[in-house]
């Protein structure tokens, strides 16, 4: 099946830094979802790409479709303690048309130190 | 988007018994999915969950081991059966919401943590 790359697998960063993470794969996706994971709790979606070079904020979160398809980032501006948690890339699985299969990365473990 | 809640949120369990899992949607929704997060690992998809015809389950994942229901369209559960210590994870529905600009987005319910003896 597909594969997501996700780097880096953990970050420590002091209040106030910019954070950027990202995710690459050797297939193409038609959407790519960054989502928030809690400790404790569910993931939460931050932000939906749909187009090839689209670029989208969400507040202080800014994510970009990569132009080939293969690739996407998520960047974190002013970081704040609440920021911590696991972030994941996620894209629907292309592969035999089955696009609601959700393939996600393996997570960047973000940890702000106030 | 959707509210998902789940029932139990943890629970701590005894090998060889099983856990039925619940997963409440506050709208009608298509597409359910259950997911396991193993420790400190991504979520990996168990199953979709469909109203009206059978689970469709992924690699390595069974029906006998994770048996599926999806009575409605706002509710479904999953039961980990015959557990054993390599169960223990966190087990999260999530659903699909439909719509031009939401399509494959996954809303995500907050997880049980079942740990097993």
């Known amino acids: 099946g597909q594969q997501l790359n996700q780097s880096p697998q953990s970050m420590f960063i002091q209040e106030g830094e910019d954070v950027s993470m990202n995710c690459t794969s050797s297939?193409?996706?038609?959407?790519w979802l960054w989502y928030k994971q809690d400790p404790g709790e569910g993931p939460v979606l931050l932000i939906a790409l749909y187009k090839a070079g689209e670029l989208t904020s969400n507040g202080r979160l800014t994510a970009q479709f990569g132009i080939t398809r293969k690739d996407s980032f998520l960047n974190i501006s002013a970081s704040i303690p609440s920021d911590v948690g696991i972030y994941f890339c996620a894209g629907p699985s292309v592969s035999g048309g089955s696009n609601y299969k959700l393939t996600f990365g393996k997570g960047t473990l973000l940890t702000v130190n106030p | 988007s959707a509210v998902i809640s789940q029932k139990p949120s943890r629970d701590i369990c005894q090998r060889g018994t099983s856990l039925t899992i619940q997963c409440q949607v506050d709208s009608q929704v298509t597409m359910m999915f259950w997911y396991r997060q193993q420790p400190g690992q991504s979520l990996t998809l168990i199953a979709t969950a469909n109203q009206g015809s059978e689970a469709t389950y992924e690699s390595g994942f069974v029906i006998d081991k994770f048996p599926i229901s999806r009575p409605n369209l706002t509710f479904s559960t999953l039961t980990v059966s015959n557990m054993s210590p390599e169960d223990s994870s966190i087990y999260l529905c999530?659903?699909?919401?439909?719509?031009?600009?939401?399509?494959?987005?996954?809303?995500f319910g907050p997880g049980t943590r079942l740990t097993v003896l």
């Open positions: 999530s659903v699909e919401t439909s719509g031009s600009k939401t399509y494959n987005e996954q809303f």
């Open positions: 297939s193409i996706f038609n959407t």
